[in-house]
């Protein structure tokens, strides 16, 4: 069954509906696979084999009843650890949710059940998805499957490293600053960040409630436009989810884009960005023109400011949001009981790591009286400046092409600096800060190691990115890649 590890979801879908492959045989292929790199790999903070050979044999049980299977049926999933799963241990990455079990299942778990694919654990993350290495874990570093002494990026490195080792054909994460897209990059797998509002946060545990969004990944564009229609719709469960309709996204993939017109973005060559890196790039736009697309230079003059913006809002909107953690209700509880106060401090300290705790004081002190207007207010109007920079480029450009991230996987512990740390979600914040989707797919390898191209598009246009997307994979063998384990 080892062979099945390296089928792509799409044709492991396909044949699982035709009765070639069992689902059984497709979740106990994943099983073995993770079993045999996981003490290496570390993606994983919980696997649930038991739950997942169950939901399989339901399928086959329908298959063999002649009943019509659901688009994704039998098909191995991972969830980035801060989705909440019925029954299943939930931890967002963090000591002080290590005994959290949710009684519900949010939207996109439900989604999933829904299409027939079946998650077989829950993979590591940044604490709370705040980093950009996995190295902010409660409980263990991920390594990156092409050299296990580097990370796999963040915050959704578990699911990328998961992906990119042939444990599970697709994942979910969650992206609020580039955490799809850079550890994709860094895995060389593909990564999506759908628009804000494409993809119900319902039951995913927040960081910054205006910037995170749920998205996919595969080992190509076509297994990611699988999942992102699995996944994708309105929900009345979530106030910011949008009522907009839901086309088939794997349908456009294969489409020409001969005539699209492409803008590159000065500012993301600029410092920082690696050399090597910037080089691959460029040789990824030369054959996006030889496929018969236009590209040309152009500028988003906000962009030099939205590293500062971002790093105001995302720690205001965490210091709301982790206000709830108090030992009180659920999670960590402080054996060392000291009245209400005190409890919930020590539950806090105990409970909370560095990164965490430092990211809730910078958040609180933006957000406290005599400093709201000089930092968050300001910080939110350049956010609506770098999102008026990309409306009047896609009034000239049908997207826009960037690196994913300026350098290929750096060593564990090497960024000591935080600064130099948050250096690496440079080329997809703004992203985030104008709510629009984007696409990272791998584009070449530096020293051995993947290099990530980064695809933006307008507002619910994922269908644009996909064709682009796809018609470069598929000119190239870059997706072909994979960890020698």
Known sequence: MSELIHLSALDL??????????????????????????????AFITVTGEQALAQADKIDAMRSAGETLPPLAGVPVALKDNMCTRGVLTTAGSKILHNFIPPYNGTVVSRLVESGAISVGKTNLDEFAMGSSTENSGFHTTANPYDLSRVPGGSSGGSAAAVAALETPLALGSDTGGSIRQPASLCGVVGLKPTYGRVSRYGLIAYASSLDQIGPFGRTVKDCALLL???????????????VPVPDFAATCGESIKGMK?????????AGVSAEVAAAVRTAIAQLTALGAEAEE????STEYALASYYIIAPAECSSNLARFDGVKYGLRSSELAGHIGLTEKSRDEGFGREVKQRIMIGTYTLSAGYYDAYYKRAQQVRTLIRKDFERAFEKYDLLVTPTAPGPAFKVGEKADPLEMKLADICTIPVNMAGLPAISVPCGMVDGLPVGLQIIGKAYDECTLFRLAHAYEQSTGWHKNSPVL
């Not at 035709?18 to 689902?23: D, F, I, L, Q, T």
């Not at 699995?230 to 009522?243: F, K, L, N, R």
């Open 229 to 243: 229609n699995a996944i994708s719709g309105h929900d009345p469960m979530d106030s910011t989810s949008t009522d």
């Open 298 to 301: 152009c500028s988003l003059p």
């Open 13 to 42: 879908r396909d044949k699982i509906a035709n009765g070639a492959v069992s689902a059984r045989e497709a979740v106990t292929a994943s099983l073995q696979r993770i079993e045999a790199v996981e003490s290496r790999v570390r």
């Open 262 to 270: 492409i803008g590159i973005p000065t500012e993301y060559f600029g």
